[in-house]
Every structure is written in C-alpha cells, then in structure tokens.
C-alpha cells in the first residue's frame, strides 16, 4: 500500500496549502476552494511509491546498524554502544548524499498537474 503524500495548492492569490489526493482545498486568504479529485491516481502512485522507497532505504540502514550493535551492546558491553553510534554517523555521512540527491532527482522530476477551482453554483437570492 503506498502511503498518500500531500499535495501542495497554490491558490491565485498566493495562498498555499496541503491537501490529501481526492481532497477538497478552501484557501484561508480569499475562501477560493479547489478539487483535486483529477489528478491521475496511476501518475500519483508512481511518485508516493518510488518516495516511500527512498524513505525505506534510510530508514533500513539506520535498522540494520541498531540490529547488530544493540545486542552486541549488550553481550559484550556498551563501549559498543559507542562503536555503532560510529558506524552510524559514517552510514549518514557517506549514504546520506546519495539519498539526497534522490530525492531531490524525484522532486525535480514531479509532475505539475493543474487542479480546478471549484464551483459552487450561485448562492445569492
């Protein structure tokens, strides 16, 4: 299951907002709502998918490391404690640019889709 991203709306009149795909948006400058109901849910998966693996991929480094050097902490003493905090800073300093450069490659190449304003019909007497 790919677990939803926010959306960012930008209003005509410089409001922006998140809002979850499907969503109704009112602006809290003008009161404008908008539908993002049109967006293409396929487009949308691709990119809160290939997100998400980018997120797992930090988070299973930081596991695999608490994995070894907790119990090891534990067996043999916490002066390995110390060691896996080591580890781990190398792991950010040496895997942490990479993970950033994709996300930022994902970010760059994020569609722009174009959400309509809603229309609520007349409401005047």
């Known amino acids: 299951m790919v677990k939803p ?3 960012v709306v930008t209003c005509g009149c410089g ?9 109704t948006w009112s602006c809290p400058s003008c009161g404008r709502t908008y539908e993002t109901a049109d967006i ?6 691709a990119v809160a998918s290939e997100v998400n693996r980018t997120k797992l991929r930090a988070l299973a480094g930081f596991a695999v490391i608490a994995a070894v050097f ?4 534990f067996v043999l003493g916490a002066e390995l ?3 896996g905090a080591v580890v781990l800073a190398v792991f950010y ?4 640019p990479k993970l950033k450069r994709d996300v930022r490659r994902i970010v760059g190449g994020l569609p722009r889709w174009t959400v309509r304003e809603h229309d ?3 409401t005047g007497t």
């Open 5 to 7: 991203l926010g959306l």
């Open 15 to 23: 409001g922006r907002g998140r809002v979850e795909p499907g969503a």
């Open 40 to 45: 293409p849910g396929d487009e949308y998966a």
């Open 70 to 73: 907790v119990p090891l902490g």
């Open 81 to 83: 404690w110390i060691t």
């Open 93 to 96: 300093f040496a895997y942490g």
């Open 120 to 122: 609520e019909g007349p």
